[in-house]
């Protein structure tokens, strides 16, 4: 599971992008989502030179409202997962998952 933490940021947004046009969205609606979440704008998005362990860890401000992600990514509940750094990344995968799948950006942010 560390190998995952070590994933570079600017990788995973890479494929993020990639799965949210392909469905029609927008970078714009990806960034706003993941800023939600994480308080990045959306520079700092695109810019962010560390891995997952770092990006989550020097997040300005995740959201209070995180209780609320709920759901399956990847066969598995985001609320029962206890590593407290692999729920922040599946929580990500979660909202852009919604996302690709056609869900309003307000729904999304709760």
């Known amino acids: 599971m560390s190998r995952v933490f070590a994933y570079p940021w ?3 947004y ?5 799965k949210v046009e392909r469905k029609g969205r927008t970078v714009e609606e990806l960034d706003e989502v993941l800023g939600w979440l994480t308080g990045y704008t959306p520079a700092e998005l695109r810019d962010f030179g560390g ?3 770092a990006f989550f860890a020097e997040a300005p401000a ?3 409202d995180v209780d609320k992600i709920t759901g399956v990514v990847c066969g ?3 609320e029962d997962i206890e590593d407290p750094l692999m729920q922040q990344i599946r929580w990500a995968d979660k909202l852009v998952d919604e996302l690709a799948k056609g869900k309003a950006v307000e729904k999304i942010k709760r």
Do not use: F, H
């Open 62 to 64: 995740v959201t209070p």
């Open 51 to 53: 891995d997952l362990r």
């Open 14 to 18: 890479r494929l993020y992008v990639q």
């Open 10 to 12: 600017a990788d995973i």
């Open 76 to 78: 598995v509940r985001v």
